[in-house]
């Protein structure tokens, strides 16, 4: 029998379980992991020499080395892998133990995982962690969700380990059942959203106004002093700078322009689907990258298609600072479309989520974190129960002192044939959001015509059907 010495195990020592164990123990918390690989498990105990942390490659050793009630974090792929831990976790372990998902895994399984361990005796919770490789060694964004009992348990451990914004840690309670990973999953979808965005103020930058990658390293660097400062601005500065060792040349210039993705984008724009909740800056960042993936069609497509003249005829200093109110703008309203899903979700799922809090802990730690997400706590902490990010007086009078930029970077761009989707996408949701009256009484005049599905009429309860002229060959 393992003496029962450690605070928290581990299953799965990749890059983030690894780290998260060592941010542990940087803390004092002894820790113990678990892999099935042997060389997984040597390089976690030689980068925690000193520390008091022990590998595993018995999966048994190590739940019989963890202090009761046990917990246990996996951070394995999402799917059928968790579900396999979990089948050959549960006859090692007693009820009453903790398990923690730790991994991307979809918010619909997490809520079958959640209902089945509650039914063993088992404590359960899903956990969105983001911050990549760096945040789980230094400090990470944690969005919990599930047994609340069971992270007030831990709530000492994951305090320490998170990243801090003026002393507080970034980690709070999210909400009941899978509310920690749905939360996490529409993270990733507002990171898709900007990380498109980004692309294409880099795509209108080399195209549009021909500046090589050094300019663009110099402009990115000085973006990321000002009101756009962020964790992706500041790694696209890093990326623009960065040369290999000997060499003369860009790595980024020699990067094939394909993305590829995980699936949590995807996952962010087929609920909001579900829950009629409109996304178009997320679903069309969703749709680039699938595009960017027809490499070979795309190559055939531009010797069939002119490309036009894409060098714009702009003043060089005042087209960047319309580029960075371009940008700007397209930051908020992807922030306000996440945000809106998050509102709508905690109604129809009985998340109670508080946007306040979620914003809060979104400015350190995590990939989304950015100087903007202090407006979104201030206005979500002074009405709580705000409808739209958009409806706050003071988001406005940003998205009012950035729109005319939008506006002219958009309408530029298109006309030299430069493709700026998630910019368009996004200036158009604005353009609708703030609209009284839509175009859409004759979509349903066209649903009524065609198939009788009825109508509601302005300033009369009730609905209505209209026997309209008749189709060609029609009676």
């Avoid at 090589?212 to 962020?230: D, I, K, P, Y």
Wanted: include cysteine.
């Amino acid at each position: 029998m393992t003496e029962a010495t450690y605070n928290f195990g581990m299953i799965g020592l990749g890059t983030m379980g690894r780290n998260l164990l060592l941010n542990m123990a940087d803390h004092g918390f002894p820790v113990a992991g678990y892999d099935i690989n042997p060389d997984q498990v040597a390089g976690f105990e030689k980068e925690g020499e000193g520390k008091p942390v022990k590998g595993f490659t018995d999966l048994k050793a190590m739940t019989q080395s963890l202090t009761k009630p046990r917990a246990i974090m996996m951070l394995v792929p999402a799917g059928k892998p968790v579900d396999s831990v979990i089948d050959n976790l549960l006859p090692l372990l007693e009820p009453g133990d903790i398990i923690i998902d730790g991994g991307n895994s979809h918010f619909t399984d997490t809520v079958i995982r959640d209902k089945f361990l509650d039914s063993k005796g088992f404590h359960f919770f899903g956990m969105g962690i983001s911050g990549g490789e760096e945040g789980a060694r230094k400090g990470p964004s944690m969005m919990p969700g599930g047994d609340k009992a069971a992270y007030l348990t831990l709530k000492p451990i994951f305090d320490a380990i998170a990243a801090k914004v003026d002393g507080v840690p970034c980690v709070t309670y999210i909400g009941p059942g899978a509310a920690g990973h749905f939360v996490k999953m529409v993270h990733n979808g507002i990171e898709y959203g900007l990380m498109q965005l980004i692309a294409e103020t880099y795509e209108v930058l080399r195209k549009g106004l021909q500046l090589n990658t050094g300019e663009l390293h110099a402009l990115f660097a000085e973006w990321n002093e000002g009101r756009l400062q962020s964790f992706l601005i500041e790694v696209t500065r890093d990326i623009f700078g960065f040369k290999e060792p000997g060499s003369d040349q860009y790595l980024l210039d020699r990067i094939k322009d394909q993305a590829k993705s995980k699936g949590t984008g995807k996952w962010t724009s087929q609920v909001a689907m579900d829950l009629e909740v409109p996304i178009p800056t997320i679903d069309t960042a969703v749709a680039m990258r699938d595009l960017s993936k027809y490499k070979v069609l795309r190559t055939k497509a531009a010797k069939v298609y002119d490309e036009p003249i894409a060098v714009l005829n702009v003043d060089k200093a005042e087209f960047l600072k319309t580029v960075e109110q371009a940008l700007y703008f397209s930051t908020i309203l992807t922030y306000a479309q996440g945000l809106d899903l998050l509102y709508r979700s905690s109604i129809a799922y009985g998340y109670q989520l508080n946007l306040a809090e979620i914003s809060k802990i979104w400015r350190g730690g995590c990939i989304i974190r950015a100087t903007f997400l202090n407006d979104i706590f201030n206005a979500y902490e002074k009405a709580p129960s705000l409808e739209h990010l958009l409806l706050d007086e003071s988001v406005a009078d940003l998205v009012n002192g950035s729109v005319a930029g939008m506006r002219s970077v958009v309408s530029q761009a298109v006309s030299a044939g430069i493709a700026l989707p998630a910019f368009a996408s996004t200036l158009t949701y604005f353009d609708a959001f703030r609209s009284e009256n839509m175009p859409s009484n004759l979509i349903q005049a066209q649903r009524d015509y065609f198939g009788a599905h009825t109508y509601e009429l302005i300033g009369k309860d009730g609905v209505f059907h209209t026997h309209w002229t008749p189709l060609p060959g029609k009676p």
